[in-house]
């Protein structure tokens, strides 16, 4: 049961943060040149997942 709750908590903050992401770096790459807007944000969302894989991995590394 307590895994269960575990990967429901995890579930939802990756769904938070993936939302929260994708506003925060449309608002930041508004500030660019609009050649370079489609790359910032390709760019930050792949830094965001890599982050979170990596983030994942460590935890089922420790438990």
Sequence with gaps: ??????????????IVL????VVFLAILSQ???AHQQKKARTIGLLAAMGGRIVLLLLIKAVL
């Excluded at 049961?1 to 990756?14: D, K, P, Q």
């Excluded at 993936?18 to 992401?21: A, E, H, K, L």
């Design 1 to 14: 049961m307590e895994a269960t709750i575990a990967l429901l908590t995890l579930t939802g903050l990756e």
């Design 18 to 21: 993936g939302i929260d992401n």
């Design 31 to 33: 500030r660019l040149p």
